[in-house]
């Protein structure tokens, strides 16, 4: 076969790859608006978990996971930076049944629960800063798509 | 709240994590193998031929190539990854050059995506050896870009296939200890 569609084949695969790529990192760590339907007990997550006055941002983990301690460590600060605002990391090497009920695909996976404890936003990855932020603003004005009093 | 647990993500005692830029580093040298690989299909596509014999098929650069890259899977994915060969280099060479890894990683999904990679270069050399240059370049292409996805953006696709498994119920967790 001629050199240049020799070339030109692989160059095709590598910008196809290339794209596929960028598309899942585009992707990883923003944020993504929920109902608000869903309300997590605390107690469920384990025993003397308790929620934030005004928002919490439940983390989930699992061993090994290479995003997970940084996530942790920035999620903990953002936590200490707004009053009222609390962290919860929960390993789900043991709890399959809340990756499951929760379709949790891969950790870190952060929640952003309002005062009810309602999910308000979910972020998937290693979050990116203003997704926090953006993510904590709808869950402190709750403007997740229906809640219900 | 903000729980001063100990870290549960670092490798318990006992158990062993594998320093997540091994596998990384292990699928640089696999892309470029692939590369070659998709030359050699390319360059001569009629080196393989459906009239030819099957050892005469598989005596062909492409053919003893990728016998080469099946082979290096089958290691990743029944000696498991954290005896790689490809990792073995990675801690001889570059790991001593590297700060020590910040975390560690389940060794786990990375063995299953050796597995999927297999699966790929074994279902590529079962049609080079076929003379089937076609499905052959079909099956080395899926496992570049893989390969490259894994090498260039650190995301390992086959991990990713065995965490949706695992949630799925169909592949067990089995033991971290293991």
């Given at each position: 076969m001629d050199l240049s569609l020799i070339l030109l084949l692989i160059g095709g695969l590598i910008v196809v790859s290339t794209?596929?790529?960028?598309?899942?990192?585009?992707a990883e760590g923003r944020v993504k608006k929920q109902d608000g339907l869903t309300r997590i007990d605390p107690s469920a997550l384990g025993e003397g978990i308790e929620f934030g006055k005004i928002g919490t941002l439940l983390q989930f983990s699992?061993?090994?996971?290479?995003?997970?301690?940084?996530?942790?460590?920035?999620?903990?600060?953002?936590?200490?930076d707004h009053p009222g605002v609390s962290?919860?990391?929960?390993?789900?090497?043991?709890?399959?049944d809340l990756a499951q009920q929760f379709n949790i695909l891969q950790t870190p996976t952060t929640f952003i629960l309002d005062d009810s404890g309602a999910i308000a936003a979910r972020i998937g990855g290693s979050p990116r800063p203003e997704a926090v932020t953006a993510g904590l603003e709808i869950a402190i004005k709750r403007e997740h798509d229906s809640y219900v009093i | 709240m903000s729980s001063n647990k100990p870290n549960p993500l670092a490798a318990k005692?006992?158990?062993?994590?594998?320093?997540?830029?091994?596998?990384?580093?292990?699928?640089t040298i696999t892309l470029i193998t692939l590369t070659v690989e998709l030359i050699f299909l390319l360059a001569n596509p009629e080196a393989l031929s459906s009239s030819n014999s099957l050892a005469q098929n598989f005596a062909t650069p492409a053919g003893i190539l990728l016998t080469y890259i099946t082979a290096i899977f089958a290691i990743g994915a029944f000696a498991g990854i954290a005896k790689h060969p490809y990792g073995a280099?990675?801690?001889?060479?570059?790991?001593?050059r590297l700060s020590?890894?910040?975390?560690?990683?389940?060794?786990?999904?990375?063995?299953?995506?050796?597995?999927?990679?297999?699966?790929?270069?074994?279902?590529?050399?079962?049609?080079?050896?076929?003379g089937l240059?076609?499905?052959?370049?079909?099956?080395?292409?899926?496992?570049?870009?893989?390969?490259f996805l894994n090498s260039v953006f650190g995301y390992c696709l086959?991990?990713?296939?065995?965490?949706?498994?695992?949630?799925?119920g169909i592949v067990g967790r089995g033991s971290a200890s293991a």
């Open positions: 794209a596929l790529g960028l598309i899942i990192k585009a699992s061993e090994f996971c290479t995003k997970c301690p940084g996530t942790r460590k920035y999620l903990e600060q953002v936590a200490k962290h919860v990391d929960v390993d789900l090497t043991n709890r399959q | 005692p006992g158990t062993k994590g594998v320093d997540p830029r091994g596998p990384r580093f292990g699928a280099i990675f801690k001889a060479v570059v790991r001593p020590a890894p910040t975390e560690l990683e389940d060794p786990k999904p990375p063995t299953f995506a050796q597995l999927i990679g297999f699966i790929i270069s074994l279902a590529g050399l079962v049609f080079a050896v076929l240059t076609t499905g052959a370049i079909v099956a080395v292409a899926f496992a570049f870009v893989a390969a086959g991990c990713q296939i065995y965490v949706l498994l695992v949630r799925a």
